[in-house]
Every structure is written in structure tokens, then in C-alpha cells.
């Protein structure tokens, strides 16, 4: 993700959050607000409520206490009347008729009148005959009236409630006769005061507020919790009822005269307590319940005002971030272009950012970087043309000092009595180490290894030094003790720089064998014979160039013949393998035991080999530099060669006859007989000796015997005995001779015997050349 | 074996080096009847630089020789070193083959 839209999405998310956040709270706050100011509405209703509820109670005891006074009144009137009509002998039938008149006419409906048993022989309702008692069980409501009889009161005036002959609520008051013990009960029927206190009672309070639509429902609890009274607005749909556990925290809240208001599908209930002044329904409650569809219908509003506000913010604020995030990241982009195209190689470019922003700093640094960065790799452009210049003319000093090393091998090809081998494998490019042999006259051969202290270009020029100075001493002496010495007191001389060389130094007469050899400080050779190797014995000599004093001594042995000599320097036996192992004196004796039958060439290679194996994968070290030469190996005097029947081995057979002629310096005419008797015979078996086309050897024998060379020729083909082949005619015209033939004859010519015979499935071929030997 | 070829007027002379055997001899016969082939007619062969022959190169003189003479041509051979003088004369072609001991009277020989 680029910078530009990180800042552009951290910005918005910011914006985001912040609106959201303050709307939130906004809305939250507004809708806690109205919710409260609705709560407080329903609080004032409830308290009113709970206070109406008390005020109608009080009304309606004044006005029945009232009417209870009144109808006293009445009844004491009507004690006289009933005294009066008596006393002037009027029947009861005619008083009843006058009472049922008087209910008849006025608000007053019964008078119950009796006689001093209880009787009520004059009343106003004919129809009922009714005797009161004593006992409140049988007469719960008329027992009351009883003490009037008693003459225990003179009046009773009882609260309006429901008869107990029918359900219908009457009020009663009553006074003791006046002319004798009895009760005069005068009676209302009571509806009117329900229809009062329907009037101007709770109940119609909270119809009406309800009907104003404002309230939802209004509902009255008496102390159990029961409710008394309940109205709703029509055409709503149902609010949820209270629950239980609602009622149960009414109780707690009632108790501790606490309001409550809760908030339940969009209807908020403000509950309300009922205190003292509500009569009998102190310790009730009322229920408010309210609508909170303003309350919502301004949330909406407020939510979609913020919703296009914060739309409104984010909008402007993204337009802002992207602008800044544009500034900011418009000189990294240039940065980055820049910096590509200097990654690519062009280091010329440069930032032209200014100023003290964070930016025009890291562009004054990337310019210095550039800078130099530019100046290293000038620097560096001319260090590796140096360094290229000085490795190209170290190759051209290692090809110089390989060139003073003689490499011809073998380098003596007149005298097969040697066979001599010899290699270096320099550390560095040009080394210190180096060997050289050469004839001092006609029979004795010097052979040479050194070892110069160091390495690199200093060693190699010690070491052309020492080359040169040791051909030079070796022109006019004759012993290694004097070739030492006389090449010590030289490197001695002017030897400022205080280097040093090992040198053996050995001087082998070819004709006899005898070997004098002085060491300096060099590795003892090894003498390789059918026993084993074992080193030479030490001369004692110390290195040369270290002081002119050194004295040097020889000691003398002689080679037999099959014997050699295996000279190197400590570059072979400190060769190390990755661990840090030598390869060591012992695994070189190890080796030379098992090669100390091998030529000096197999020795040579097969040396530089293992040191190779051994130090595989590690820089080397140290110049690794050996000689080697076998004395009188090549005085054999019998050989043997397997050719395959092919044409091209003839090559192999004329290359090794003639090796071994100039061995036994054999006269090249004959060797030249013997190459092509041998030529003759071969080419015919390869030719016409076999039946099929599969592969087939013929093996070779040369032989040198007194003054003559027995050949053996041996093959699988088909029984041919030369002898017996019909012999060319040689004196023919030229026109009529056979274009072949002519190989039989020639080989049969060529040698001084030949003899053939048929060993089982083996054609044995034996030719005898005479020879002498050359002249040496 | 090395072939040299030089050209004097109307003489084609081929000039042998190092050995003539029974690997090389089918370069020669190659080389010979290809210059037969193209016109050469008179022909010197010089052996002075040749060390050693087998029959297998005999075989090529004759053949060129046999050639030759199947169309008028002339065949010199020259400069025969004491080993290939040998095997010539044990083979019996010092007697067939016009053999000069240089190259000039050879040249001379042909050219007449």
C-alpha cells in the first residue's frame, strides 16, 4: 500500500470515528434529554393523579356526611309524624299509603318504622316485610340500627353500601321513637353518589387525559398492587401489561416513596406513588404511561442531520488528506524515480528537493551519498584496472618462471637409463619453489629441488636468483657440498632482504649409479627400491643465505638400477584439508611405498593428485613441487604389447619398437626391419586372419637377446602359416604385377629366421633380427 | 605422413615425408589417383623427407604407376633413402619403377 493512500485512509478513519463518535453522543444526550422531559410530563400526571384520588375521597365523605345529617332530620320528622298519626288513631294502612306518598314525591325512597319487637309494620315499601335484629350475622348491615330500639342511641347514620336483600347501594340513617321504643329508618338509594363521585372522581380524570391523547394509558394500584382502575387510548395498539417482577419493584419503590420510569417498546411508564392523602388508596401507585414517538421521530431527524453532516466532514475531509497526502508524497515519488535510475547505473542524477523539511534533508544526505558513491566507484574502476594490470603481469611472471623450469619430458631421450618426471603447482601465481637437472658433462646429471622462503614476487625473483647462480657454480665443480657452498657465499652477498632457500643438490654418474648428493636444509629425499622408500641420510647443511660460514658436506651411495629418487618440497607434506590435517610425512611414505614401483610420471601424477584431494575445497598454502627419476627402469630388455585388430594400432606398435630400439640404441635400419616385418604380419592378420568382425588381440613379444631381437607374434585368427604362402613374384613387368602381395615377402626378407607354428587355436609367430648395437 | 605438392612446367611433383604404412597409405592412393583423375600426366614422386615404407605404400606406386601408363603418363620417383631403397629392391620395383636418386633428374626424367 503506498503512503498516499495510508495517510488517505488513516485520515478518513479518523474523520470517521470522530463524527461517529460525536453524533453518537449528540444523539444519545438529545434522546436522554427528551426521554426525561417526557419522564418528568409523566411524573406530573402521576403526582396529580395521586393527589386527585385523595380530593375525590374527601368530596364525597363531606357531601354523604352531609346527606347523613339530612336524612337525621328527616327521620326524626318522620318519628313525630308516625307519634302524631298514631296517637290520632289513624290505622297503619293509612299511615303506609302517606309514606309510600312521601318516597313517591321526594329523593327520599324508604321509611322502615317499627314496633318495639323490631317489626317494620310501617314502611314505605309495602312488599317487603322485614324485622330487624339483634344479631350482625343474620343482619350485617340493619344490626346497626338495632341500639336505637335498645335505647342505647337516639341516631345512626350508616355509610352508603350494598343491601343485603339485593345488591343495589343504599344509604340508611335512623333515630329512636319518639312516643315509644322503636326505629325509624329513613333510606336513599345511593347511585347518585356514585354518579358523583363518577363525576369528579380519579376515574374520570384519567378518562379525560387519557382522551386528550397525550397519555397513553393511566393505571391505579392499591397497596396490594392490585389494579383498580385502568384506561387506555383507543385504537392503540395493546402496551405490554405489567409483570410481576414490575410489581414487586413498584412495592420496594412504593415503599421507600421513590418514582420510577421505564422505557418499554417505545412507551415510556413514569410510575408514581400514592401517599397519605389518598385515603384508602394510600400505598398504591399510578402508572403514567406515555408515547416516545417525539422522542424518536427527533432522534430520526437528529440521526439523518448527522448522517449528512458526517457525509458532509468526511467527504471534505478526504478531499483535504488527499491533497496533503499528494504534497507529502510527491518528493518521495520523485525519490523513488530517482533513485531507480541510479540503482540502474546512473549516478549523475541528484534530488532537488531544498529546505529544512525532514524530505530536503535525506535529499542533501542522498546527494552526498550519490556523490560518493560516484567517487568509490571511480576509485574502484581504477583499483581493478591496477589490480588487473598487476595480475596480468604476475601470469606473465608465473609463465616466465614455469619457462625457466625444464618440462620436456622425457627430457633425455638418448639415455633410457633415465626416466625422469617432474611438476610444480605454484600457491600464488609466481612461486618460490623450483627443481632443475641438467647433464654437468657427458654421464653425470645434477639434480636439483630449492625451496625459497616466502612467497609471491619476492620468492620468485630469490628464486630466479638462485636458478641462475646454481647453473653458473655447476659449470666448474664437481661435487654438491662445493655447489652449496659456493651458492650459499653468493646468495649470502648483498642478501639485504634477508631471505633464505633449501636446496638438495644430488649429481648421479648415469653409467655407474653413483649418487653424491648435499643437502641445505631441504626435505631429505626419499630413495624408492623394491624394499620400500626411505629418506636419505642428512648431510646436516643449513639453509643457504643465512650465513656465509655454513659449511656444506656430501655423502655418496649408489642407485641399482629399478631404483629412484623421490625429491619434493614441504609444500607436499603441509598441504592441508579443511580441518587444518597435514598431509603429512607418514601419508606420503604410505604413498610412495605403494607407488615405488610406478614410472616417474605416474609417481608425479598421481602425487600432485592425492595433495590435490586432500586439500580439496582449501586455498592452497604453499607450492607444492616434486621430482622424481628412476634409474636403469628402461633397461628392460624384453617388452611386451596387445594390439586390437585395428589398423590405427599400428601407430602404438611403431611408436613403442622404436622407444625400445632407441633404449637399447639399436641401429634405426634394423628397428626400421623389425617395424615393418612386424607392420607386414600384423596388417595381414587384421586384414584376412579373422572370420567375423568382432574384436581380437594380437600380442606382441620383442626380446633382446645376444646380438639378435626375438619377435613373438601371437594370434586367435585363422591357422595362416606364412611359410607356406605362394611367394610374390618380384620379377615380373610392371604391367602384369599383382597390385599386393607383396607384405609376406617383404617381412620374410626383412628378418634373418622366421618360424610358424599352430598352438591349438593360437597362430605362434617367432622371427629372430640380428642386431648390434650402435656406436655410443 | 605429409604430402607437399610443387609444380614445375608440365611436372606435378608430390613430395612424401615421415612414413608411408598401412595407416597412411590411403591418404596417398587418395591423393594420386585424385591428381591422375584431374589431368596430371606426367608425375614426379620425391622421397627425400620419407623415412620408412611398408607394402601397403608400395601397393600406391604401382597402382600409379599402372595408371599412368594406361594413359601415356609418366612416373618419376625420386630420392630413396638406404631403408626404402631396400624394401624397393627386395619388392623388385628398383627393376619397374623409374627410380633417380634427385628430384631434378626425375623432374628431368618426366619432363623429356
Redesign the interface.
Known amino acids: 500500500m503506498t503512503i498516499r493512500a495510508k495517510t488517505l485512509l488513516m485520515v478518513t478513519c479518523l474523520l470517521a470515528a470522530a463524527v461517529l463518535a460525536t453524533a453518537g453522543v449528540l444523539g444519545w444526550s438529545s434522546r436522554r434529554a427528551l426521554l426525561s422531559e417526557t419522564e418528568a410530563q409523566g411524573l406530573v400526571i402521576a403526582r396529580l393523579l395521586a393527589r386527585s384520588a385523595a380530593f375525590g375521597t374527601h368530596v364525597m365523605r363531606d357531601v354523604e356526611a352531609a346527606i347523613g345529617e339530612q336524612m337525621i332530620v328527616e327521620a326524626t320528622i318522620a318519628a313525630h309524624l308516625v307519634a302524631v298519626a298514631e296517637a290520632a288513631g289513624f290505622k297503619p294502612q293509612e299511615i303506609n299509603r302517606r309514606l309510600k306518598a312521601i318516597a313517591k314525591e321526594t329523593v327520599l325512597d324508604e321509611f322502615w318504622i317499627t314496633d318495639t319487637k323490631g317489626h317494620a309494620y310501617l314502611r314505605s315499601n309495602t312488599e317487603v316485610d322485614f324485622t330487624f335484629s339483634a344479631d350482625p350475622v343474620e343482619h350485617p348491615q340493619a344490626h346497626a340500627f338495632w341500639p336505637l330500639l335498645a335505647g342505647e342511641s337516639r341516631a345512626v347514620v350508616q355509610e352508603a353500601r350494598k343491601r343485603e336483600v339485593d345488591t343495589q347501594v343504599y344509604k340508611y340513617a335512623g333515630v329512636a321513637g319518639v312516643d315509644k321504643p322503636r326505629i325509624v329508618q329513613v333510606g336513599y338509594n345511593a347511585a347518585f353518589l356514585e354518579q358523583l363521585e363518577g363525576r369528579m372522581g380519579l376515574s374520570r380524570l384519567m378518562h379525560y387525559l387519557v382522551a386528550g391523547g397525550n397519555v397513553i394509558a393511566i393505571r391505579v394500584l392499591d397497596h396490594n398492587m392490585l389494579t383498580v382502575d385502568y384506561s387506555e387510548l383507543a385504537g392503540r395498539s395493546k402496551i405490554a401489561d405489567v409483570t410481576a417482577a414490575d410489581l414487586a419493584n413498584f412495592r420496594r419503590l412504593v415503599h421507600e416513596n421513590r418514582t420510577a420510569a421505564f422505557l418499554r417498546d417505545s412507551v415510556l411508564t413514569v410510575m408514581a406513588p400514592i401517599g397519605d392523602e389518598g385515603g384508602e388508596l394510600n400505598g398504591g401507585a399510578i402508572l403514567v404511561s406515555l408515547p416516545t414517538d417525539h422522542v424518536q421521530s427527533a432522534i430520526g431527524a437528529q440521526a439523518r442531520l448527522a448522517v449528512f453532516v458526517s457525509g458532509l466532514v468526511l467527504l471534505l475531509g478526504s478531499v483535504i488528506a488527499l491533497v496533503a497526502a499528494k504534497t507529502i508524497t510527491n518528493p518521495i515519488h520523485q525519490f523513488t524515480q530517482l533513485t531507480r535510475r541510479i540503482s540502474g547505473g546512473d549516478l549523475t542524477q541528484t534530488i532537488e528537493i531544498h529546505g529544512q523539511s525532514e524530505l530536503g534533508v535525506l535529499a542533501a544526505s542522498f546527494n552526498e551519498m550519490s556523490r560518493r558513491l560516484t567517487e568509490s566507484m571511480e576509485h574502484l574502476k581504477q583499483t581493478t584496472a591496477a589490480k588487473e594490470r598487476i595480475e596480468s603481469e604476475l601470469k606473465i611472471a608465473s609463465e616466465i618462471q614455469m619457462s625457466m623450469l625444464p618440462k620436456t619430458f622425457p627430457p633425455f631421450p638418448d639415455h633410457a637409463e633415465l626416466d625422469i618426471h617432474a611438476a610444480i603447482l605454484p600457491a600464488k601465481e609466481v612461486g618460490g619453489d623450483f627443481y632443475d637437472f641438467f647433464f654437468i658433462d657427458e654421464h653425470r646429471l645434477c639434480l636439483v629441488i630449492a625451496d625459497v622462503s616466502g612467497k609471491g614476487i619476492p620468492a620468485a625473483l630469490f628464486m630466479a636468483v638462485t636458478k641462475t647462480l646454481l647453473r653458473a657454480e655447476t659449470d666448474e665443480i664437481q661435487a654438491p657440498d662445493e655447489v652449496l657452498s659456493r651458492l650459499n657465499r653468493e646468495l649470502c652477498r648483498d642478501n639485504d632482504s634477508c631471505m633464505f632457500v633449501t636446496v638438495f643438490c644430488g649429481i648421479l654418474d648415469t653409467r655407474t649409479g653413483r649418487f653424491d648428493y648435499s643437502n641445505g636444509g631441504h626435505n631429505l629425499p626419499y630413495r624408492l627400491s623394491n624394499g620400500g622408500a626411505a629418506t636419505f641420510e642428512n648431510t646436516g647443511g643449513a639453509a643457504l643465505g643465512l650465513s656465509e660460514n655454513t659449511s656444506y658436506r656430501s655423502q655418496s651411495t649408489v642407485l641399482n638400477p629399478g631404483e629412484g629418487l623421490f625429491l619434493y618440497t614441504d609444500g607436499v607434506t603441509e598441504a592441508m584439508d579443511a580441518a587444518g590435517g597435514l598431509f603429512s610425512e607418514r601419508r606420503l611414505e604410505e604413498f610412495l611405498m605403494a607407488r615405488r614401483g610406478s614410472t616417474a610420471r605416474e609417481i608425479v601424477a598421481s602425487l600432485l593428485e592425492s595433495v590435490k584431494r586432500h586439500s580439496s575445497g582449501v586455498p592452497q598454502s604453499d607450492d607444492v613441487t616434486t621430482l622424481v627419476l628412476r634409474y636403469g627402469a628402461g633397461l628392460e630388455t624384453s617388452f611386451e604389447i596387445r594390439l586390437k585388430n585395428k589398423l590405427p594400432e599400428l601407430q602404438r606398435l611403431h611408436r613403442d619398437i622404436a622407444a625400445f630400439g632407441s633404449r637399447h640404441r639399436l641401429r634405426p635400419n634394423a628397428v626400421k626391419d623389425i617395424q615393418l616385418a612386424l607392420e607386414e604380419i600384423v596388417t595381414n592378420t587384421i586384414s584376412y586372419g579373422y572370420d567375423d568382425n568382432g574384436e581380437h588381440e594380437i600380442v606382441v613379444r620383442l626380446s633382446l637377446g645376444a646380438g639378435e631381437v626375438n619377435i613373438e607374434v601371437e594370434d586367435d585368427g585363422r591357422a595362416f602359416n606364412p611359410l607356406e604362402a605362394s611367394g610374390a613374384n618380384v620379377e615380373l613387368p610392371l604391367n602384369q604385377r599383382p597390385v599386393g602381395g607383396l607384405g609376406i615377402h617383404l617381412a620374410r626378407r626383412l628378418v634373418d629366421s622366421l618360424e610358424y607354428e599352430r598352438r591349438g587355436r593360437m597362430n605362434l609367430l617367432i622371427m629372430k633380427k640380428r642386431v648390434e648395437e650402435t656406436q655410443a | 605422413m605429409n604430402i607437399s605438392e610443387d609444380r614445375k612446367p608440365g611436372v606435378l611433383i608430390l613430395g612424401l615425408s615421415e ?1 608411408l ?3 597412411t597409405a590411403k591418404a596417398f592412393e587418395d591423393k594420386i589417383l585424385g591428381v591422375i583423375e584431374a589431368g596430371d600426366r606426367r608425375l614426379v614422386i620425391d622421397l627425400a623427407q620419407l ?2 615404407v ?3 605404400g ?2 600406391v606406386f ?2 600409379a ?2 595408371r599412368l ?1 594406361a594413359v601415356q603418363g609418366k612416373l618419376a620417383i625420386s630420392g630413396l633413402n ?2 626404402v631403397r ?2 624397393f629392391d ?3 620395383f628398383s627393376s ?2 623409374s627410380l633417380y636418386p634427385s628430384r631434378d633428374e626425375a623432374i628431368k626424367h618426366v619432363a623429356a
Open positions: 612414413r604404412d598401412a595407416t623415412e620408412y611398408s607394402s601397403a608400395l601397393r604401382l597402382l604407376a599402372k601408363g638406404d631403408h631396400q624394401v627386395i619388392a623388385g619397374i619403377l
